[in-house]
């Protein structure tokens, strides 16, 4: 790890040098309050495009019924829930803007930003994916007996009821016994009525944020990375807020557990660090990347190899107990392992493995080949250039830099993947805030990266229901997304061209570094 910087010193030495008079925030009203006209729009479009449950009590509702089966109602909230996504995303890079001192204010600024943004999300319809109702499917399977490690949602009577995508009809569960735990006493509570489901599990996720606004600072300063940037990079992000809060992943707490966990261990409290993150694995088992940088951590900066492997040991030794006494007491085991290769089975054309093995498939094809067998090994080929980074990463490098080459071996993982979601684009925001993200390219990067996974996430998934892609009204799918879609490009391409505040963000700029990155 690096020296601290000591916040205040900074924050005192950047006070002077703006002479003291000026306020740290030049009026954060303006970005608070269109970040939340953004989200309440996203609120009210949710409730004709977002996922409910075909069984939900909702359905029944004079305006759900409008918005939904009505051409003028879907149109409306396919435009408000682009132009609330992109709002968001035009407030966040202005909120930015109008820090002229990242200090305690800039701090609060970004809290209020959380609550505002976040609060419309916690109750809209859930958008851009329906994951939480294979949540309730899973937990509805160990509410009645069975085991969601060898039975798939299809083992329950009118499974389609509940509103679950049809691939975890018969895909293995990749999650972890809490979750499952988690899960079960959700349905349990709420006897498997899908609005309070949704609810209770958004609290779950509502956590895992908490858990990363308290700890993104934390590990920021460890680095000597302002915390506060670090804090407005992560958390009042829209991506971070949407998929997390609106998409209802548990991600949310898997990456809070996970953060929570490395700080810990970071700061000589290993074995409640190693507790944690062993939480984090069993939401959803890829932190288990963390696990042999932990071990490093705990070995200490001038550790010889022996001691490495031995702390390694030590740090798997308890991790595995852990996993293993939870396993006994819900009788599974680990038939998650069995899941792991559901997400992976799946390519999308952004992700660059996958665009490769599609180009592959179809060049193959074309000759009379097997493509699919070639797109395997191109996904093959990624996952063992993602074992080799990460093994880099553990073996080679200095200690000092120790969570940003985890953030590295992380993203390799998630980067070489043939499917990537953009919550996965997630998981990885806050290591590289944590560690560094640069004023220059770096974080024009970012925001590229977030524009364009609101737009796709904009289009991506909309529930429009097939009683309207009739000639009369002419909304097929395809026609709502293409709608969704160049809404929000349109909406992307004056941030970056034509707003006269935003454009000069994803420029090249001649602008003076103030921070450094741990790279």
Known sequence: MTAPVPAAREMAAATAA??????????ARSPLLAGFAGSMFMLIGSLGVGWLAPVSE???MPLF?????EAVGVALSIVLLAVGGMLLVRAWLRLGQRVRVWGAEARKATLMAVVAWGLPMMFSVPLFSRDVYAYIGQGRLMVEGFNPYEN???ALSNYFQLGADKMWTEAPVPYGQLFLWIEQVVVWVTNVQPEASVMLFRLVALAGVVL????VPRLAELHGVNPHRALWLTAANPLFLTNFIASVHNDALMIGLALAGLYYSATHRVVRGVVLVTLSIAVKPITIVFLPFIGLLWAGKDAGWLRKFTYWGLTAALSLGILVLMSLVNGFGFGWINGLSAPGSISIWYAPVGLIGMVVASLANSFGLDGATLAGFVSDAGKLIAVGVVAWQIFRGDYDR???RLTLAFAAVVLLAPMIQSWYVVWLIPLFA???IRNDWQVKALYFVVSFFMIYAISDQLEVFPYLQTEDLGFALALARVAAAVTGLLF???LIFWDPRTRRLFRKSHEVVVERPVI
């Open 434 to 436: 944590v560690t560094g």
């Open 65 to 69: 019924i409008w918005m939904r089966a």
């Open 402 to 404: 120790l969570i940003r």
């Open 152 to 154: 798939g949602i299809s």
């Open 18 to 27: 703006a002479g003291g008079a000026e306020p740290e925030v030049d009026n």
């Open 492 to 494: 992307g391409l004056y």
């Open 212 to 215: 990363c606004v308290i700890y």
């Open 58 to 60: 909702l359905r029944r």
